[in-house]
């Protein structure tokens, strides 16, 4: 079930006209079976998978908050760690290990293995709801956080389907305490929604829908073979796609959720406006980087034990980070050269905050810089082997020039302004929501527009989101 779906479309408003026909206690009920049928649609089986890890971490929770000594506490933390980690890992790497397997198989002495006795589906999500999970038990046992007492309100704490399948990454924190909590209709949250609803399909469906249709016919080879031109659109194309797509699902995931009375923090905040490295993380899938930042950089020490130990932790959280994405050496690239990335910043820059310069030179020659670097980090992240994301870079200095590449260069251009023109608008206001500071028949024209705009400039061809693979 598809955000930029008709399918979903109905869903959504079913889904809130009979929610706030609801009691409180109703609405939780509701509201999990509502998402325990979103998350089924692609496969029920998913489901049980869904149902037992929540389970399993609701009780740890309750055990670890009972527990009478540290080293209780600390086995089932190690405990629900390991199992959380070890389900994902299964899924996520288990058709890489296979892979590997298959090819080193014929020097066993083993032939003739059916691939199909190799292969796992991976289930949707698994990667944001676990890390949702591991927040929470490490928030109760370090004492942050009390543990749900309703398996109900943990279940759909983990579940509440606009999050569900690509994130943002929800913080117990912030989350938990409003499912546990009455919700009171506001028009005007609601409406703030039903915007954030259209920003992300505009940019969905029309940016990143339409930049794919460039960054996939250049990597596919429609332009000719690789040189300069090429990469170069395909990467700038790519850049905007990812942008696009994410931020996209981002909008429509807290507009969703604001219909029915949540609130979802901020997910991306003009990440190409950034003016350096930290900037950019600090913009950029805000959820997953603050995540890493306070489950894995800090605790590894982050930069409380000298400068190279924090040199070291930004490349290993970086790393891991890529990792995540998926078994795939392009990712260890990616993250590999953020972490280089940030750690060389570090050096050279210390903590001085590079942003805001009352120099516009500056400024802008900084967000090129940080732009460039971002770009090349893709090319690997786009790249389905290494080989060919590294082909990818030679090639930019091979220069060649054909008709084409002007028209593909023009309409890349065009959907890129449209960005930029509403991610400055956004940076400039500095609210959460598109023109809040406007009023309301001013928003109401910017909706109206915005569906004309998605209505006549959609890209043809549908398609996934990207951050559903992971």
């Known amino acids: 079930m598809l955000f930029d779906s008709p399918v979903y479309i109905v869903f959504l408003t079913l889904v809130v006209l ?3 026909r609801l009691n409180f206690r109703a609405q939780n009920y509701f509201l999990l079976a509502a998402s325990y049928f979103f998350y089924g649609w692609w496969d029920w089986r998913f489901v049980l998978l869904l149902a037992f890890s929540s389970t399993v971490d609701f009780y740890v929770a309750q055990a670890i908050q009972r527990a009478g000594s540290v080293r209780r506490r600390k086995a089932l933390l190690i405990l629900s760690v390991a199992l959380n980690f070890t389900i994902l890992g299964f899924f996520k790497y288990f058709n890489f290990f296979a892979d590997s397997f298959l090819r080193l198989a014929p ?14 589906i991976l289930p949707p999500a698994i990667s944001f709801y676990t890390f949702q999970e591991v927040a929470y038990i490490v928030d109760v046992y370090h004492g942050k956080l009390r543990p749900a007492k309703s398996l109900v309100e943990y279940g759909l704490f983990v579940s509440l389907f606009p999050h569900l399948i690509a994130g943002p990454i929800q913080r117990p924190s912030h989350l938990l305490p409003q499912v546990q909590r009455p919700r009171a209709w ?15 399909l505009f940019r969905k469906v029309v940016i990143a829908d339409n930049c794919a249709l460039v960054a996939n016919a250049a990597f596919a080879g429609n332009f000719g073979a690789p040189n300069t031109m090429v990469v170069l659109l395909g990467t700038v194309a790519f850049a905007f796609q990812i942008y696009g ?3 996209g699902y981002s909008s429509i995931a807290r507009g969703s959720a604001q219909l029915l009375g949540f609130h979802f923090a901020v997910n991306f905040r003009q990440p190409y406006l950034a003016q350096s490295l930290q ?16 489950y894995l950089y800090i605790p590894l020490g982050g930069n409380r034990r ?11 959280t970086m790393l891991l980070g890529g990792l995540w994405h998926g078994a795939n050496w392009t990712f260890v690239i990616w993250g590999g050269l953020h972490g280089l990335g940030l750690a060389v910043e570090r050096l050279l820059f210390g903590k001085r905050d590079m942003v805001d310069s009352s120099s516009a030179v500056g400024r802008c ?3 090129a810089a940080v732009f460039t670097f ?3 980090s893709w090319i690997f992240f786009r790249s389905p082997t290494l080989g060919g994301g590294f082909a990818d870079l030679r090639a930019l200095l091979t220069w060649s020039w054909q008709p084409v590449y002007g028209v593909a260069a023009l309409f890349l251009a065009t959907f890129v302004a449209l960005m930029l023109v509403v991610d400055i608008c956004i940076e400039r206001a500095k609210t959460e929501y598109m023109f809040e500071c406007r009023t309301f028949h001013y928003r109401v024209a910017i909706g109206v527009g915005l569906c004309i705009f998605t209505t006549l400039l959609g890209a043809n061809k549908a398609s996934a989101f990207i951050y559903f693979r992971f």
Request: hydrophobic residues 50%; contains cysteine; charged residues 20%.
């Open 18 to 20: 009979l929610f706030w």
């Open 365 to 367: 020659i900084r967000r």
């Open 374 to 376: 971002v770009c090349v």
């Open 306 to 316: 000298g400068k190279f130990r924090t040199y070291v932790n930004l490349l290993l």
């Open 186 to 200: 506001n028009a005007d949250k609601a409406f703030d929604g039903l915007l954030l609803i259209l920003e992300g």
């Open 279 to 294: 900037d950019f993380w600090r913009r950029w899938h805000i959820s997953l980087s603050s995540w890493l930042r306070d």
């Open 245 to 247: 797509d994410f931020s």
């Open 107 to 120: 020097a066993l002495g083993l032939s003739n293995i059916p691939p199909v006795f190799l292969r796992i």
